[in-house]
């Protein structure tokens, strides 16, 4: 049973940078590919970025590409999104998500979520 709990949002500048990080409290995560998606009020939830099980092979959505990076440490249970060069329209509740199938790229292949934390970027 994979069980989720992201952290790590808050309030920023334009420009600047944060870190989340979502965890695995249980103890599935080894094995599975993981993702994080975003969800700004009014519009539907968008692929950010995805990862395989070893790390070695990574995907970005085009509006994070070259500012963001996922990561994981599998020792730990974490996966990480590194975002630089923030920008007001990333401003979003962030999820991390495992166990996908399909393409990936649809929330609807994500079977397992956490809650979200809220990334807000405004000067």
């Known amino acids: 049973q994979v069980q989720l709990v992201e952290s790590g949002g808050g309030s920023v500048q334009p420009g600047g940078s944060l870190r989340l990080s979502c965890a695995d409290s249980?103890?599935?995560?080894?094995?599975?590919?993981m993702g994080w998606f975003r969800q700004a009020p009014g519009k539907e939830r968008e692929f950010v970025a995805s990862t395989s099980w070893t790390g070695s092979s990574t995907f970005y959505g085009d509006s994070v590409k070259g500012r963001f990076t996922i990561s994981r440490d599998n020792a730990k249970g974490t996966i990480y999104l590194q975002m630089n060069s923030l920008q007001p329209e990333d401003t979003a509740v962030y999820y991390c998500a495992a166990d996908p199938e399909g393409s990936w790229l649809n929330p609807a292949d994500w079977s397992s979520w956490g809650q979200g934390t809220q990334v807000t970027v405004s000067s």
């Open positions: 249980g103890r599935s995560f080894s094995r599975l590919p």
